[in-house]
């Protein structure tokens, strides 16, 4: 079971890091994929860390404002979420292949419950 959290409400300009944990299964045999979709519209790919942590991607909406990382000691991968813009405003989703480099939406095998951001102008 995948568990994403660390959601709330933020200003814009502000910063927050979401947190995907699992209870059963080691997060480290695993790839882990962001996802989220804003109200009205679908559901997007925002980055994607490599079970080992050696090769991470980003949306270009995110680039540069996004980062990816895990710590599988703690069995936990994280989303730090900086600069963050009104359009930002999501339910995110974190997501585990078992396999890959890459975080395709149709190609993920497991996926948690979301959590909300909201960014405020």
């Known amino acids: 079971q995948l568990q994403a959290s660390g959601g709330g409400l933020v200003q814009a300009g502000g910063s927050q890091r979401l947190s995907c944990v699992t209870s059963?299964?080691?997060?480290?045999?695993?790839?882990i994929g962001w996802f989220r979709q804003a109200p009205g519209k679908e559901r997007e790919g925002v980055s994607c860390?490599?079970?080992?942590?050696?090769?991470?991607s980003y949306a270009d909406a995110v680039k540069g404002r996004f980062t990816i990382s895990r710590d599988n000691a703690k069995n936990t991968v994280y989303l730090q979420m900086n600069s963050l813009k009104p359009e930002d405003t999501a339910v995110y989703f974190c997501?585990?292949?078992?396999?890959?480099?890459?975080?395709?939406?149709?190609?993920?095998?497991?996926w948690g419950k979301g959590t909300l951001v909201t960014v405020s102008s």
């Open positions: 059963g299964s080691s997060l480290g045999y695993y790839t």
């Open positions: 860390i490599s079970i080992g942590g050696s090769t991470t």
């Open positions: 997501a585990a292949r078992g396999y890959g480099t890459t975080c395709p939406e149709a190609g993920m095998d497991y």
